[in-house]
Protein backbone atom coordinates (compact mmCIF):
# COMPACT_ATOMS: atom_id res chain seq x y z
CA UNK A 1 0.00 0.00 0.00
CA UNK A 2 2.83 2.34 -1.08
CA UNK A 3 0.30 4.86 -2.77
CA UNK A 4 -3.30 6.40 -2.17
CA UNK A 5 -4.59 4.38 -4.95
CA UNK A 6 -4.50 1.03 -3.33
CA UNK A 7 -5.48 2.11 0.16
CA UNK A 8 -8.79 3.85 -1.51
CA UNK A 9 -9.11 0.91 -4.65
CA UNK A 10 -9.19 -1.35 -1.03
CA UNK A 11 -11.37 0.28 0.45
CA UNK A 12 -14.01 0.77 -2.08
CA UNK A 13 -13.85 -3.02 -3.03
CA UNK A 14 -14.41 -3.79 0.80
CA UNK A 15 -17.86 -1.07 0.40
CA UNK A 16 -18.61 -3.01 -2.58
CA UNK A 17 -18.47 -6.39 -0.39
CA UNK A 18 -20.77 -4.52 1.77
CA UNK A 19 -23.27 -3.52 -0.76
CA UNK A 20 -23.25 -6.93 -2.32
CA UNK A 21 -24.29 -8.64 1.20
CA UNK A 22 -26.80 -6.14 1.84
CA UNK A 23 -28.83 -6.86 -1.68
CA UNK A 24 -28.45 -10.62 -0.58
CA UNK A 25 -30.03 -9.58 2.60
CA UNK A 26 -32.80 -7.22 1.24
CA UNK A 27 -33.23 -10.50 -1.23
CA UNK A 28 -33.85 -13.17 1.48
CA UNK A 29 -35.79 -11.00 3.34
CA UNK A 30 -38.09 -10.31 0.58
CA UNK A 31 -38.37 -13.34 -0.27
CA UNK A 32 -39.52 -14.91 3.59
CA UNK A 33 -41.68 -12.16 3.65
CA UNK A 34 -43.12 -13.27 0.34
CA UNK A 35 -43.83 -16.35 1.27
CA UNK A 36 -45.39 -15.51 4.28
CA UNK A 37 -47.62 -13.57 2.49
CA UNK A 38 -48.86 -16.02 0.44
CA UNK A 39 -48.93 -19.13 3.55
CA UNK A 40 -51.28 -16.16 5.12
CA UNK A 41 -53.43 -15.84 2.12
CA UNK A 42 -53.61 -19.70 1.40
CA UNK A 43 -54.40 -20.41 4.96
CA UNK A 44 -57.26 -17.70 4.80
CA UNK A 45 -59.33 -19.12 1.81
CA UNK A 46 -61.53 -22.08 1.77
CA UNK A 47 -59.98 -23.51 -0.96
CA UNK A 48 -56.54 -22.94 -2.88
CA UNK A 49 -56.78 -20.42 -4.32
CA UNK A 50 -54.59 -19.52 -7.45
CA UNK A 51 -54.30 -16.31 -7.46
CA UNK A 52 -52.38 -15.55 -4.43
CA UNK A 53 -49.68 -18.75 -5.80
CA UNK A 54 -49.45 -17.17 -9.00
CA UNK A 55 -48.79 -13.19 -7.75
CA UNK A 56 -46.03 -15.06 -5.27
CA UNK A 57 -44.08 -17.06 -8.10
CA UNK A 58 -44.53 -13.65 -10.14
CA UNK A 59 -42.73 -12.22 -7.12
CA UNK A 60 -40.46 -14.16 -6.78
CA UNK A 61 -39.34 -14.22 -9.80
CA UNK A 62 -38.72 -10.42 -9.67
CA UNK A 63 -36.74 -10.48 -6.79
CA UNK A 64 -34.35 -13.09 -8.48
CA UNK A 65 -34.15 -10.64 -11.59
CA UNK A 66 -33.52 -7.69 -9.36
CA UNK A 67 -31.23 -9.32 -7.52
CA UNK A 68 -29.25 -10.64 -10.30
CA UNK A 69 -28.98 -7.65 -12.22
CA UNK A 70 -27.78 -5.77 -8.85
CA UNK A 71 -25.43 -8.69 -8.51
CA UNK A 72 -24.13 -8.20 -11.82
CA UNK A 73 -23.61 -4.73 -11.87
CA UNK A 74 -21.66 -4.70 -8.67
CA UNK A 75 -19.56 -7.79 -10.36
CA UNK A 76 -19.00 -5.59 -13.62
CA UNK A 77 -17.44 -2.91 -11.36
CA UNK A 78 -15.46 -5.14 -9.45
CA UNK A 79 -13.97 -6.34 -12.26
CA UNK A 80 -13.40 -2.66 -13.64
CA UNK A 81 -11.91 -1.66 -10.55
CA UNK A 82 -9.50 -4.64 -10.67
CA UNK A 83 -8.52 -4.34 -14.35
CA UNK A 84 -7.90 -0.09 -14.37
CA UNK A 85 -5.76 -1.28 -10.98
CA UNK A 86 -3.88 -3.54 -12.93
CA UNK A 87 -3.34 -0.81 -15.49
CA UNK A 88 -1.94 2.09 -13.09
CA UNK A 89 0.48 -0.83 -11.51
CA UNK A 90 1.75 -1.86 -14.73
CA UNK A 91 2.49 2.17 -15.54
CA UNK A 92 3.91 2.61 -12.11
CA UNK A 93 6.39 -0.07 -12.94
CA UNK A 94 7.04 1.21 -16.44
CA UNK A 95 5.80 -1.44 -18.55
CA UNK A 96 4.12 -1.40 -21.72
CA UNK A 97 1.00 -0.03 -20.69
CA UNK A 98 3.25 3.74 -20.07
CA UNK A 99 3.20 4.28 -23.19
CA UNK A 100 -0.80 3.82 -23.64
CA UNK A 101 -1.26 5.64 -20.71
CA UNK A 102 1.21 8.47 -21.45
CA UNK A 103 0.15 11.87 -23.10
CA UNK A 104 -1.16 11.54 -26.59
CA UNK A 105 0.36 13.88 -28.97
CA UNK A 106 -1.50 17.04 -30.04
CA UNK A 107 -2.52 17.31 -33.47
CA UNK A 108 -1.20 20.10 -35.30
CA UNK A 109 -2.72 21.50 -38.65
CA UNK A 110 0.37 20.78 -40.43
CA UNK A 111 -0.93 17.18 -39.81
CA UNK A 112 -3.90 17.95 -41.14
CA UNK A 113 -2.56 19.64 -44.36
CA UNK A 114 -0.31 16.33 -44.80
CA UNK A 115 -3.34 13.91 -45.33
CA UNK A 116 -3.72 12.52 -48.56
CA UNK A 117 -6.47 14.26 -50.37
CA UNK A 118 -9.56 11.80 -51.84
CA UNK A 119 -10.32 11.71 -55.38
CA UNK A 120 -13.19 13.49 -56.43
CA UNK A 121 -16.36 11.53 -56.30
CA UNK A 122 -16.95 12.43 -60.11
CA UNK A 123 -13.49 10.78 -61.35
CA UNK A 124 -14.34 7.79 -59.73
CA UNK A 125 -16.00 5.61 -62.61
CA UNK A 126 -18.53 2.61 -61.65
CA UNK A 127 -17.60 -0.35 -63.28
CA UNK A 128 -19.32 -1.19 -66.19
CA UNK A 129 -21.86 -4.04 -66.46
CA UNK A 130 -21.97 -6.38 -69.42
CA UNK A 131 -25.06 -5.49 -71.51
CA UNK A 132 -28.19 -7.39 -71.00
CA UNK A 133 -29.93 -9.97 -73.94
CA UNK A 134 -33.05 -8.24 -75.42
CA UNK A 135 -35.83 -9.77 -75.58
CA UNK A 136 -37.92 -12.46 -73.53
CA UNK A 137 -35.85 -15.13 -71.88
CA UNK A 138 -37.09 -18.48 -70.53
CA UNK A 139 -35.68 -19.24 -67.21
CA UNK A 140 -37.06 -22.76 -66.04
CA UNK A 141 -39.37 -24.96 -67.66
CA UNK A 142 -42.25 -26.92 -65.41
Do not use: H
Not at 35 to 63: C, D, F, H, K
Not at 65 to 87: F, H, K, P
Amino acid sequence: MENGYVAEGVMRADLMGWVQRLVGAVFVIGLLALVAAVVTLVRQAEGVPPLPIYAGLIGAVALILLAGACLALMSIAASARRGANALQRMANRGGMAAEAVGPARSLTTSQIRDTPKEPEPETIAAPQRPSRPEGKMLVAKR
